[in-house]
């Protein structure tokens, strides 16, 4: 019988999803070019792990190694382009290249360090994404709204993976210290089922056309006392929504409403949670809600159409923001309200700004 190791699974799998990714109509907008990136490069290493944990080939060593001093910096680099406004060009991403060159000369001139720098690359990127995490979902202004909260756990995933990363290593060192290596292969190879996990979740947070929210989002952190800048940046908004009705583009982010608004994202951000309480997502749902409930009154559109004119694209984020805002499901509401019974939502929109 043929013996294919583990990893060389994973890589499947991974190309598999960078298949698909690549089918997408967006697959080449600059926020997700890093992210198809990412995959290669974890495909590409789940093949070189393959070979040298499955075949015993040594001289993959320094590849393995360089490419795995690339992939931290490229974990980073790809959720950090969430966080902006206007992706940074590709060309001003070469710092992230200094950790791998560092590696490959230390393969070159001093390779007991090659452990521990891959130890501190790991760590380093890790905490960093942990530092990024902690505006929440909202700072994320590049991801679509719709999916926003999953980019978020998806971030926050990666950091705890790259974290374990680096302990996978002390453990793997140690290991070699202690039993010359005998249980490294089972290391790997669980660590690399981890990683297939992870880039689940990227794909995910890159923007892919069915993007799923928790089931139950978290609320937004006790929101200080509003300014009157504040309100002023709420009833633009407001404004804004009412008017023209951009909740109902399904590509809509914080950084194009931040765009129309002629404001700073975080400003956007916070006036929408000192004023309503909310996160911007959860804002932006309740218009698409509210919109929702009225064509299902007033025309007999399938449920499905109903969902994409208001801006969704995943039905089972429809479903659950529909029975968050009014208690009940579309086909329910429609039902009720064709007999007259309909009850108030369960709790009230804040559609208008005090």
Not at 9 to 19: D, M, S, T
Not at 67 to 80: C, G, I
Request: net charge positive; hydrophobic share 50%; aromatic share 8%.
């Amino acid at each position: 019988m043929i013996f294919v190791p583990l990893p060389f699974v994973v890589a499947l799998l991974l190309l598999i999803l960078l298949v698909r990714m690549l089918r997408t109509e967006e697959w080449n907008a600059p926020g997700r070019r890093l992210f198809l990136a990412l995959i290669a490069a974890y495909a590409l290493q789940s093949v070189l792990i393959g070979f040298r944990w499955g075949y015993d080939t040594l001289a993959i060593m320094p590849f393995q190694a360089v490419l795995a001093a690339l992939v931290a910096p490229l974990s980073f680099a790809s959720f950090a382009d969430l966080t902006l406004e206007t992706p940074r060009p590709l060309k001003r991403q070469w710092p992230h290249l200094l950790p791998a060159i560092g590696v490959a000369l230390s393969f070159a001139f001093w390779r007991d360090i090659v452990g521990l720098s891959l130890i501190l690359i790991f760590l380093g990127y890790g905490l960093s994404l942990l530092w990024i995490s902690r505006s929440g979902a909202d700072g994320l202004v590049a991801s679509r709204l719709d999916g926003a909260f999953l980019s978020h756990r998806s971030l926050m995933v990666t950091a705890v993976a790259l974290i374990a990363s680096s302990l996978s290593d002390v453990f793997i060192s140690l290991d070699f210290d202690n039993t010359g290596g005998a249980h490294a292969g089972r290391i790997v190879a669980l660590g690399n089922v981890i990683v297939l996990l992870i880039l689940g979740s990227a794909a995910a947070a890159a923007g892919t056309s069915q993007p799923e929210q928790p089931a139950t989002e978290a609320a937004p952190p006790p929101p200080s006392l509003p300014t009157e800048e504040d309100g002023a940046v709420a009833a633009h908004l407001d404004s804004l929504m009412e008017t023209r009705q951009i909740y109902r583009g399904p590509e809509l982010n914080l950084s194009r409403i931040a765009r129309k608004l002629g404001l700073p994202a975080r400003s956007v951000s916070t006036a929408v949670n000192r004023i309503h309480g909310m996160s911007v997502s959860q804002y932006v749902n309740e218009f698409r809600i509210r919109f929702a409930c009225d064509q299902l009154v007033r025309t007999e559109l399938p449920v499905t159409s109903v969902m994409f004119e208001a801006g969704f694209i995943s039905k089972s984020n429809f479903n659950r923001e529909f029975l968050r805002v009014t208690g009940a499901s579309p086909t329910e509401y429609r039902r009720r309200e064709q007999a007259g019974t309909v009850a108030s939502p369960s709790r009230a929109p804040a559609f208008v700004s005090p």
